[in-house]
């Protein structure tokens, strides 16, 4: 019943490294989103996407980039990690239908540390 | 989206009700309330959600305020498995926000036994 899927659960990283954090949907939805998560600051989103090769800033994009070349699949890249990028990494999909979204979905999120 | 006001922490006994305010006073009509939940180490689940009237899924009930000002989740038999971060959220359903969710702090309920 598994229905977002993000590639690894616990990661760890050296400083420097490119690291690709992925992130499949079977649910055929149109809408796709990178949040991190870090305590006391919550939830906040990265990037998104509303259609393939499409993409969207969120309100904490720096340090960030991301790939949707298939509908099912969105990639978070964060192309030289440091340590302030140690955090939970949500991943999430929606529905779009008439306009109005439906059908949110969030992956099991991947705990990167940055060493 | 409108901005929404929970209380930070909460308490409830095993097998009581647990109601949980949110506040939302800056609405719009076309805005909807959204319920979510996490559990420790875990992504946020979906709730419930509604847009003025009252409504009633096999997880929890949702009242909202005739004026849409507040609305109160109710979880009517806690069980210790509820104990997790619950988010009040409000967006539009449509528009150009492409079904962003924007996350405020939520509530820490802890059901004790």
């Known amino acids: 019943d598994v229905k977002v899927t993000q590639s690894s659960r616990y990661l760890v990283k050296r400083t420097g490294e490119k690291v690709f954090l992925e992130c499949v949907q079977d649910m055929d939805h149109e809408n796709m989103f990178w949040y991190r998560q870090d305590p006391g600051l919550g939830l906040r989103l990265i990037y998104f996407s509303y259609d393939v090769k499409m993409k969207e800033k969120g309100d904490i994009p720096e340090g960030y980039s991301v790939s949707r070349e298939k509908k099912e699949r969105f990639s978070l890249i964060l192309e030289s990690a440091s340590t302030n990028q140690t955090s939970m990494y949500l991943c999430a999909s929606s529905g779009r239908q008439g306009g109005q979204s439906y059908g949110y979905t969030f992956g099991s999120g991947t705990r990167l540390t940055v060493v | ?113």
Not at chain 2, 43 to 64: D, V
Not at chain 2, 84 to 95: N, S
């Open chain 2, 1 to 113: 989206d409108a901005k929404t006001t929970q209380p930070t922490s909460m308490d409830c006994a095993e097998g009581r009700a647990a109601n949980l305010p949110c506040n939302h006073s800056t609405i719009s009509g076309n805005e909807y309330v959204y319920w979510y939940r996490q559990i420790h180490s875990q992504g946020p689940q979906y709730i419930i959600h509604g847009l003025k009237n009252n409504e009633t899924n096999e997880m929890a009930s949702l009242i909202i305020t005739e004026d849409r000002k507040s609305s109160t989740l109710i979880l009517p038999h806690a069980t210790l498995r509820d104990t997790a971060v619950y988010y009040c959220i409000v967006r539009a359903a449509g528009g150009t926000s492409y079904g962003k969710l924007t996350f405020g702090q939520g509530t820490i309920l802890t059901v004790h036994p």
